[in-house]
């Protein structure tokens, strides 16, 4: 919608307008094609790493662009008004490979990697979901057991973004010395190292063209030199990461929403019914301002949001709010965007389909739309004790 709210500044305007130009130039012409065909975006990632994108919030001593959460959230809100699956692409590289390492490695740890994935030589990844421990993340059943001065890994992950493309991957597992259970542990490993298999692409009903597969642990071996942090320590740290992830969640699905909408404003401008535009009528007038009065208030929210991170303010609630409200608007508002279109929204040639197909996946990523309540619930409550 091209909202100005007070988070912006000029270096925020420019970046928003560059790479809005980026996506209707380089994206739209191709999304429907990536839709359709599942077809990883890789030209479209070798450019956005060009333009800088890949490494915005990562600081500049360790290759990135140095910005803040408020410029990620532009770049990825513009990213997915024009195609969902380039826009998480980036996000997941960035909020769930990239950021851990930061947020959690030793010094060496970022030396090695961060220049890489700032720089989109290479692409990042999180390991968390099982297939018996999705929204509760602490039954994770992936065992390291040490061995000596080795951690030997087995276990599977599913439905992990860029798993097939990253180069580096987080993730958690449970740790075991002596036969005690010591923790969930979040190691980091190259992708190429033995023991560690990739499945087969997911065939999705949305974000066809983002690479989403599940990962293997077959006997891996890993050293101290693997660990991410402090053993014992992985739940608390991954709800940290996850935390400022739901901003970027945040942030997609607020650009998944404004997609759908302006093409349903477009269209209602120029569909013809009973002598008149159709947006004309009172009945798409509403829809349309539903959906306007929607997204301005998740903007307000996800910004928000991104800025408390911004000040090193807890935003815990915040992003919570965001990832919550702004993945409801989404599915609503690409829903009403069918509508407006009619008959020709169930087409897949006009596009508009493609973003309802898109939204659904917000509701549930990162943290379904139920955990975010029990989220928001408890940081209530945490207020309500300290008044």
Known sequence: M???????????????????????????????????????????????????????????????????????????????????????????????????????????????????????????????TEPGAGSDA????????????????????????????????????????????????????????????TGKPEKKMGWRASDTRAIYFEDMELTADNLLGVPGQGFRQVIQALAGGRISVGALALGTADGAYRLARSYAHEREAFGQTIDRFQAIQFMLSDIATSLTAASHLVYHAAWLKDQGRSAAKEAAMAKLFASEVAMRSTSDAIQIYGGYGYIREYNVERYFRDAKILEIGEGTSEIQRIIIAREIMKEAERV
């Open 138 to 197: 602490g039954a994770t059943q992936t065992r390291a057991e040490l061995k000596g001065d080795r951690y030997i890994i087995n276990g599977q992950k599913s439905f992990i973004t860029n798993g097939g493309t990253a180069g580096v991957m987080a993730f958690t597992a449970r740790l075991y010395e002596n036969g005690e259970d010591r923790g969930i542990t979040v190691f980091l490993t190259d992708t190429d190292t033995p023991g560690l298999r």
């Open 2 to 128: 091209g909202l100005e709210l007070p988070y912006f500044t000029e270096e925020h305007r420019m970046l928003r307008e560059m790479v809005s130009e980026f996506a209707a130039n380089e994206i739209v012409p191709v999304a429907a094609e990536l839709d359709h065909t599942g077809e990883f975006p890789a030209t479209l990632v070798q450019q956005m790493a060009e333009l800088d994108l890949m490494g915005v919030p990562i600081p500049e001593e360790y290759g990135g662009a140095g910005m803040d959460t408020v410029a990620y959230a532009l770049v990825v809100h513009e990213l997915a008004i024009a195609d969902a699956s380039v826009a998480i692409t980036l996000a997941a590289h960035t909020s769930l490979g990239t950021m851990p390492i930061l947020l959690f490695g030793s010094e060496e740890q970022k030396r090695k990697y961060l220049p890489l994935l700032a720089k989109g030589e290479i692409l990042g990844a999180l390991g968390l």
